[in-house]
């Protein structure tokens, strides 16, 4: 079953952690210093919050599949919008390893269709930082404006 996934970027993570924890009930599923998530199952929810960009609030938006078939029929709806999408295989970001696509709203919110194959220690490729490359970027360029992947 699809999970619906939401990440805001936010100023100060321990005083989030403690008002989102109060709010859903529970502590972060996964926690570091610079980032925190919650897999709830009332909502059904992956809910994330980050520290690492200047823009605060809505990062992103996304959908999370549990395999690989799932993600493919995500993938042909949003063939169906005729919409660009940005394909991402095995990318490193938030801790995990995932198969992702991209895609923009009429709004300009990027949406994050993706299915995660396992977690890994750093937040990102920390390889992509050493050849020069944007330490904190999982998204595509064009809607990369904030931290999960800014």
């Known amino acids: 079953m699809k999970r619906l996934h939401i990440h805001l970027a936010v100023e100060n993570l321990e005083q989030n952690i403690t008002f989102y924890s109060t709010m859903f009930g ?60 940005e394909a991402q295989e095995g990318a490193a970001c938030c801790y995990a390893r995932s198969d992702k696509y991209w895609i923009t709203d009429p709004q300009g919110i990027a949406w994050e269709s993706f299915h995660s194959l396992n977690d890994i220690p750093t937040f990102n490729d920390q390889k992509a930082a050493s050849d020069g490359e944007n330490p904190f970027a999982c998204r595509p360029a064009e809607n990369n404006k904030s931290s999960c992947c800014s």
Not at 27 to 42: S, V
Not at 62 to 80: F, T
């Open 26 to 85: 529970c502590r972060p599923t996964i926690q570091h210093d610079d980032y925190a998530k919650w897999m709830l199952e009332d909502p059904r929810v992956n809910f994330a919050i980050s520290n690492r960009s200047t823009q605060l609030g809505l990062d992103h938006l996304g959908i999370q599949a549990e395999n690989e078939q799932e993600l493919q029929a995500i993938k042909q709806q949003l063939d169906a919008t005729q919409a660009p999408i």
